[in-house]
């Protein structure tokens, strides 16, 4: 899919998942580290990519569900987002991640939630970017705030 590009984001990794990964106007300067699960280190107040992503994933997937809320006339209050960005084996034998997005929208009915998040799925540019490519799970709640 070719987009007009109207913003490019930059940042730069060194020293792999056990590094630092910082943005071209240092807003992001990060140290990275393999969680223990993973056979890593673990290092305290580091973060991993998966983190990273699930942070992208979550706040874009928040914007794409207000433009849904908006086309279809319904005033959004208390939303959150979570994304559990999981990583294992694939079946090919590499690797591979997987995302379960909980979507909380209070002060709607439950079916109007998931038609919101199912819409917020086919906006969301990092929805359109992984489709057909990771296992995405969606899980809409209506749990006050």
């Known amino acids: 899919m070719k987009i007009e590009k109207i913003f490019t984001a930059q940042a730069k990794a060194k020293g792999g998942r056990d590094g630092q990964v910082t943005s071209d106007d240092q807003v992001l300067n990060l140290a990275l580290s393999t969680p223990k699960a993973m056979g890593g280190p673990g290092k305290a107040g580091a973060t991993n990519p998966e983190q990273l992503f699930a942070a992208g994933y979550a706040a874009c997937f928040e914007g794409a569900l207000g433009v849904a809320a908006r086309q279809a006339g319904v005033k959004l ?7 559990f960005i999981g990583f294992g084996k694939a079946e090919d034998g590499g690797y591979g991640i997987s995302a379960d997005l909980h979507v909380n929208i209070p002060g709607v009915e439950q079916a109007q939630a998931q038609q919101l998040v199912e819409a917020a799925h086919g906006i969301c540019p990092y929805s359109r970017a992984t489709k057909g490519n990771i296992e995405v799970t969606l899980q809409a709640t209506t749990n006050p705030a």
């Open 77 to 83: 209050e208390g939303v959150t987002v979570e994304a």
